[in-house]
């Protein structure tokens, strides 16, 4: 049976989700959505994020039209307060010191944490962790990372999209010229909710060496892409996760480090990468696709598509053994 892989399927609240840049959530409380979900994330004075339901319990405004006072989250409406634990604190219109109902809670998610410089949330227990990235954590590298867009792309295709390197010499065709042969691609590693790869590039002599790009996906969106010389040298490391927002749009996290740091280099890398990502938008929004065939009549792989099928084959996973677990 056909599946169709849209942005809004449970499977996907059980693992980590993009929802904002660290420095985007300060103490005014900032709304989001995951999954179709409003949020509201705000810093606690302590520092640590806090987020929950964006909906207060007395008539449902939206918390993120609220304050922070001190260590409590002040609805804008009638002023009830809560603690960060989520419990009501105080309903002004009784008066203090009167009974509190214990309905009155937010509800946080399943899980929030920060790491790489953004604010990740799981709305339910997350099934992996966020994937490591050490060439995140090296201090040595150059770092930047293009503005997250928000555009109507799915999250599977955008996906699908980093994992494709044989769209790179037509589409981000102004970058110069680059050889369109793919060597050879050898699967890594590989389980049920994702897999590590190795594409190897070849010089317009369709023999030599152009260059290696390593793969590592975790699902359901995650991706982290290492290039590099034919000695095995770092080129450029990328890390891209999507924060499928609503059914149709998502926001796009993109980190690159790279060797090297000066200022005006990077600028320019950045540069660049901001046109490579509105291509890939301009092309990616225009797919005629109302979400990803999985199973039965699916997109038209070939051989340059192995990662596209290794993607497919754990969201696969994900559908059958969610479909499973419910029978
Ligand atoms: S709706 Fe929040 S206090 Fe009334
Ligand atoms: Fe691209």
Request: some cysteine; charged content about 20%; glycine content about 8%.
């Amino acid at each position: 049976m056909t599946v169709l892989v849209g942005n809004l399927h449970s499977e996907f609240r059980a693992f980590w989700h993009p929802v904002a840049w660290s420095y985007e959530v300060a103490d005014t409380p900032l709304g989001v959505t995951l999954l179709g979900e409003p949020l509201v994330v705000v810093r606690r004075p302590s520092g640590e994020i806090a987020a929950f339901a964006d909906e207060c319990p007395h008539r449902g405004a939206p918390l993120s039209f609220g304050r922070v006072e001190g260590a409590e989250l002040v609805c804008a409406y009638h002023g009830w307060r809560f603690g960060f634990d989520g419990s009501a604190t105080c309903v002004p219109a009784l008066g203090a010191g009167s009974p509190i109902p214990s309905r009155a809670r937010l509800t946080p998610p399943a899980a929030v944490c920060e790491q790489y410089g953004i604010v990740w949330v799981a709305l339910e227990p997350p099934r992996t962790p966020i994937p490591v990235w050490s060439d995140g954590d090296d201090k040595s590298l150059g770092a930047f990372a293009p503005t997250a867009h928000t555009s109507h792309v799915l999250a599977a295709y955008q996906t699908d999209n980093l994992l494709d390197a044989s769209h790179f010499p037509f589409l981000h065709g102004s970058l110069g010229d680059r050889n369109p042969l793919i060597g050879g691609h050898e699967v890594v590693e590989q389980h049920d909710l994702g897999f590590s790869s190795v594409l190897r590039k070849l010089n317009d002599d369709h023999e030599s060496t152009e260059g290696w790009l390593r793969y590592t996906f975790a699902a359901p969106f995650t991706v982290l892409l290492r290039s590099e010389e034919p000695d095995g040298a770092l080129r450029q490391s990328f890390f891209q996760a999507v924060q499928p927002i609503d059914e149709r749009r998502t926001r796009l996290f993109f980190m690159v480090r790279v060797p090297e740091t000066a200022t005006d280099v990077l600028a320019e890398l950045l540069a660049q990468e901001e046109i490579v990502q509105q291509e890939d938008v301009w092309i990616t929004a225009a797919l005629r696709r109302r979400g990803m065939p999985i199973g039965g009549a699916q997109d038209l792989h070939v051989r340059s598509d192995a990662n596209a099928i290794l993607f497919r084959r754990v969201l696969r996973h994900l559908f059958d053994s969610a479909a499973t677990a419910k029978a």
